[in-house]
């Protein structure tokens, strides 16, 4: 018994160990890493199937509840019409549906944030897998596949239903079997990718929280006083791009005080900022490259690239 007491706490922290190792392996199953054509390194967080099972069926309650409020208006619109008045509804409400149905997505994909409003309630987004500009060709790509993924299989499912058995409802029934595998296609990969990702070179990420470098940033000043004094605008922010962001890494990391002190006044100049009392260069120039390269990561994101302080990006 004495002996089983003195190990216990060994085989507990092995436990532990295993249980946290575990926990690692299932986030990196979900991890990848994007090198941009600059040559700047991103993590990017994939999502799960879960997540987007999730966005998804958020993003149709809400083409639902537009479908009834397009029909409901539509028919209280056709009261006063006259004669033909339901056929003119009927055909505006088909119009209407139609339009909803193709280009929700698209509409808001295309945005700047590239994604739907089911998307952002479960915090994803939409990003080229090559680290590129995400293009509109991309996002309509990706989206009109969706009629072979989502509604092909709606179509088999109804005439299977329809049918009520017989050479027809084995037929849609084979029909539903086979279109239904790209409905599932994300839960048989280790990207997660739709037909619509494979297709448009897209992928579905965890909408990005940049982590910047602990051995440049971990003795910044984390805390609100801190953020107050150093509120960067983004026309300051946008001053400088990824050439300069390498700089300033280098200089934080390897150059002499001097150094130091001659880029923070060359820096503050530039970006036109006044030396607030008490302000060291070391906590500028940490604060700054803090808020450079979010900047710039959050773009690169965006598919917008700003190589050098001569660049006018896109």
Same mark, same amino acid.
């Given at each position: 018994?004495? #002996?089983?007491?003195?190990?216990?706490?060994?085989?507990?922290? +092995?436990?532990?160990?295993?249980?946290?190792?575990?926990?690692?392996?299932?986030?990196?199953? &979900?991890?990848?890493?994007?090198?941009?054509?600059?040559?700047?390194?991103?993590?990017?967080?994939?999502?799960?199937?879960?997540?987007? !099972? *999730?966005?998804?069926?958020?993003?149709?309650?809400?083409?639902?509840?537009?479908?009834?409020?397009?029909?409901?208006?539509?028919?209280?619109?056709?009261?006063?019409?006259?004669? =033909? +008045?339901?056929?003119? !509804? %009927?055909?505006?409400?088909?119009?209407?549906?139609? $339009?909803? @149905?193709?280009?929700?997505?698209?509409?808001?994909?295309?945005?700047? @944030?590239?994604?739907?409003?089911?998307?952002?309630?479960?915090?994803? @987004?939409?990003?080229?897998?090559? %680290?590129?500009? /995400?293009?509109?060709? !991309?996002?309509?790509?990706? =989206? &009109?596949?969706?009629?072979?993924?989502?509604?092909?299989?709606?179509?088999?499912?109804? #005439?299977?239903? $329809?049918? *009520?058995?017989?050479?027809?409802?084995?037929?849609?029934?084979?029909?539903?079997?086979?279109?239904?595998?790209?409905?599932?296609?994300?839960?048989? =990969?280790?990207?997660? /990718? @739709?037909?619509?990702?494979?297709? !448009? %070179?897209?992928?579905?990420?965890?909408?990005?929280?940049?982590?910047?470098?602990?051995?440049?940033?971990?003795?910044?000043?984390?805390?609100?006083?801190?953020?107050?004094?150093?509120?960067?605008?983004?026309?300051?922010?946008?001053?400088? +791009?990824?050439?300069?962001?390498?700089?300033?890494? =280098?200089? /934080?990391?390897?150059?002499?005080?001097?150094?130091?002190?001659?880029?923070?006044?060359?820096?503050?100049?530039? $970006?036109?900022?006044?030396?607030?009392?008490?302000?060291?260069?070391?906590?500028?120039?940490?604060?700054?490259?803090?808020?450079?390269?979010?900047?710039?990561?959050?773009?690169? /994101?965006?598919?917008?690239?700003?190589?050098?302080?001569?660049?006018?990006?896109?």
């Amino acid at each position: 018994m004495n #002996q089983i007491a003195k190990h216990a706490p060994s085989i507990e922290k +092995g436990k532990l160990r295993r249980a946290r190792l575990a926990q690692a392996r299932q986030r990196s199953k &979900f991890n990848r890493k994007l090198v941009t054509p600059e040559g700047a390194e991103l993590t990017l967080k994939l999502a799960s199937a879960g997540q987007r !099972a *999730g966005a998804f069926i958020a993003d149709w309650i809400i083409i639902v509840i537009l479908f009834v409020a397009i029909l409901f208006g539509v028919s209280e619109t056709s009261k006063g019409i006259g004669q =033909n +008045g339901e056929q003119i !509804a %009927g055909a505006l409400a088909m119009l209407l549906i139609f $339009i909803l @149905r193709n280009f929700y997505f698209i509409f808001f994909e295309i945005g700047r @944030r590239a994604a739907t409003p089911g998307k952002r309630l479960v915090g994803l @987004r939409v990003a080229s897998r090559n %680290g590129g500009q /995400l293009t509109a060709n !991309a996002i309509l790509a990706r =989206n &009109f596949v969706r009629e072979v993924e989502v509604f092909v299989p709606l179509g088999f499912l109804l #005439q299977a239903m $329809i049918s *009520g058995g017989g050479v027809n409802g084995w037929i849609s029934l084979s029909g539903l079997i086979w279109s239904g595998l790209f409905l599932f296609l994300p839960a048989m =990969n280790k990207d997660k /990718l @739709r037909l619509g990702d494979i297709v !448009a %070179g897209t992928w579905v990420i965890t909408a990005p929280k940049i982590k910047l470098l602990r051995d440049i940033t971990k003795s910044r000043d984390q805390s609100g006083d801190a953020a107050a004094r150093f509120a960067f605008t983004a026309k300051q922010l946008d001053t400088y +791009g990824i050439h300069e962001l390498h700089v300033l890494e =280098n200089v /934080l990391r390897k150059s002499s005080p001097d150094v130091k002190a001659s880029v923070a006044d060359r820096i503050r100049v530039k $970006i036109s900022w006044t030396r607030q009392p008490g302000e060291s260069d070391i906590e500028f120039l940490r604060e700054y490259y803090a808020g450079l390269r979010r900047n710039l990561e959050q773009k690169l /994101l965006l598919g917008q690239r700003k190589a050098d302080k001569f660049d006018k990006g896109k």
